[in-house]
């Protein structure tokens, strides 16, 4: 095996190892919500039973969550799913706002445990890149994990896209403790360089801005 497919391995499977544990934590919390409403359900239908009035406006409202927690498990599978198409990590095109999504999901929780919220800029239609998808996802997670962490609680970390050329441009804004030696924080030197190296990517910190760049190239291999 040769070195780039050597890290292009490496990295996807930190990909995983480090996704798979949101994930599951984020699923288990959708199903707890689902047991919960589906109990009160149960004790509301067994009080009918015994002639109590059925509250059919909060049996209502019960069937609506569960229903909106069935669709957030139906998207957690979906990016999983779709990750693991991309595990061979050959370049494809994909929507770049739906990978932005995902990762900002998974990592909600994390987020709000330190008081941080994600603000997603709205994007009216889709930005496709041709890119290795799974190296993509492991980077911007990297980057907003990072943010989370050198961001002061009850902020609110921004996310836009732009396009230029062929370059994708993922700006990631509001990030507090961000300083110029920050870059090794994120990521290793030897890492980062080779990662960013197989996505024919950059990487770079505006300080006075407060903002963390991700510059991704097309990929012509």
């Known amino acids: 095996m040769d070195r780039d497919n ?6 996807t499977l930190q990909y995983f190892k480090t996704m798979l544990p949101s994930f599951s934590h984020e699923a288990k919390n959708v199903l707890a ?3 919960e409403n589906a109990g009160l359900m149960t ?3 067994l009080m009918a039973q015994k002639g109590k009035t059925l509250d059919l406006e909060r049996l209502s409202s019960l069937s609506t969550n569960i229903r909106k927690q069935v669709a957030r498990f139906n998207t ?14 050959n370049p494809q095109t994909v929507c770049l706002v739906q990978h932005v999504r995902q990762v900002s999901e998974l990592l909600s929780t994390k987020a709000a445990m ?4 994600f603000h997603v800029s709205a994007m009216e239609e889709p930005m496709l890149i041709h890119t ?4 993509l996802l492991h980077i911007m997670w990297v980057c907003l994990n990072y943010a989370i962490q050198a961001s002061e ?3 609110h970390v921004g996310l836009s896209l732009e396009k230029k050329g062929e ?10 403790k961000l300083k110029p030696e920050s870059i090794t924080t994120i990521m290793p030197d030897a890492q980062r360089n080779s990662l960013l190296s197989a996505l024919n990517a950059e990487l770079a910190i505006h300080e006075n801005e407060k903002t963390l760049l991700l510059k991704i190239g097309k990929h012509h291999a």
Request: glycine share 6%; with cysteine.
């Open 153 to 155: 609680q009850g902020r």
């Open 76 to 89: 957690l599978i979906t990016d999983v799913h779709q990750a693991a198409h991309g595990i061979d990590n």
């Open 167 to 176: 370059n994708a441009l993922v700006l990631m804004s509001g990030i507090d």
């Open 33 to 35: 919500v689902i047991n």
């Open 6 to 11: 050597t890290i292009i391995c490496r990295e």
């Open 114 to 117: 330190q008081s941080v919220q």
């Open 43 to 45: 004790d509301y239908i």
């Open 132 to 135: 290795r998808p799974v190296l």
